[in-house]
Nanobody, 125 residues
Framework: QVQLVESGGGFVQPGGSLRLSCTASGRDFSQSGMGWFRQAPGKERRFVALANWDGETTYYEESVRGRFTVSRDNAFNTLYLQMNNLKPEDTAVYYC??????????????????WGRGTQVTVSS
């Protein structure tokens, strides 16, 4: 059974940092594009940060560029998202996603075949 499990979410004040992790099991994702998406209440789920199979190519949603960094460690089948200078508008449930047989990154939700259950990130003073 393939599972993606996110961790590292929580409550943080504006300007703070969090590091999310996504650990995959049941399948080797070292040849798959992966990424982070988020969904705020009442809004659709959108991509935040994406990485190709080896992490050498990344892409960020405009509002998080310069603040968030996506990385991966294929030896541990794990994807990370370092989030700095967090803002209240970053509050959302963050989901890890992976593609089945494609090494490239993609901004489209429908291109991702596997999803985690999400981790809540709340930024508030």
């Amino acid at each position: 059974q393939v599972q993606l499990v996110e961790s590292g979410g929580g409550f943080v004040q504006p300007g703070g940092s969090l590091r999310l992790s996504c650990t995959a099991s049941g399948r080797d994702f070292s040849q798959s594009g992966m990424g982070w998406f988020r969904q705020a209440p009442g809004k659709e789920r959108r991509f935040v940060a994406l990485a190709n199979w080896d992490g050498e190519t990344t892409y960020y949603e405009e509002s998080v560029r310069g603040r968030f960094t996506v990385s991966r460690d294929n030896a541990f089948n794990t994807l990370y998202l370092q989030m700095n200078n967090l803002k209240p508008e970053d509050t959302a449930v963050y989901y890890c996603a992976a593609r089945r047989n494609n090494p490239a990154l993609s901004t489209a939700r429908q291109d991702h075949d596997y999803w985690g259950r999400g981790t809540q990130v709340t930024v508030s003073s």
